[in-house]
C-alpha cells in the first residue's frame, strides 16, 4: 500500500504565505513524479505544479512567480512553498504521485486533500 500525506493548509491573509508538505509512504521502489493540483469552490480540479525525476518543473501561469516546488527525494516529500497569496488561491490542494512499487508496477496516487483558504 502507499500512502500520500498532506500537511500544512490553513488561513492566511491576502499577501500571506503558506508551506504545504506532501511524504509518501509504503512500498515504494521509486517515485518518477510528484505535483500539486487544487480545487477551488464551483471549479474543476486544476494543476498547480508538478516535478518530475531529475528536476524539471512545470506550473500554472496563475501562480507563477509566486510559488515554488520543491522535492526531498530522500525523504519522498514534496513540497509547495506559497508566497503573495491571493483569494483566488483558495481552494483544496491535492498531492499526486507516480510511483513505482515494490512489485513492479506504476500507479497514481493522490492525497486526502488540505484546505487553503485565503482572505482578502
Known amino acids: 500500500q502507499v500512502q500520500l500525506v498532506e500537511s500544512g493548509g490553513g488561513l492566511v491573509q491576502a499577501g500571506g504565505s503558506l508551506r504545504l508538505s506532501c511524504a509518501a509512504s509504503?512500498?515504494?521502489?521509486?517515485?518518477?513524479?510528484m505535483g500539486w493540483y487544487r480545487r477551488g469552490p464551483g471549479k474543476q480540479r486544476e494543476l498547480v505544479a508538478r516535478t518530475i525525476s531529475g528536476g524539471s518543473t512545470n506550473y500554472a501561469n496563475s501562480v507563477k512567480g509566486r510559488f515554488t516546488i520543491s522535492r526531498d527525494n530522500a525523504k519522498n516529500t514534496v513540497y509547495l512553498q506559497m508566497n503573495s497569496l491571493k483569494p483566488e488561491d483558495t481552494a483544496v490542494y491535492y498531492c499526486n504521485a507516480d510511483i513505482w512499487t515494490m512489485i513492479g508496477v506504476l500507479n497514481n496516487y493522490w492525497g486526502q486533500g488540505t484546505q487553503v483558504t485565503v482572505s482578502s
Open positions: 509504503g512500498s515504494i521502489t521509486r517515485i518518477d513524479a
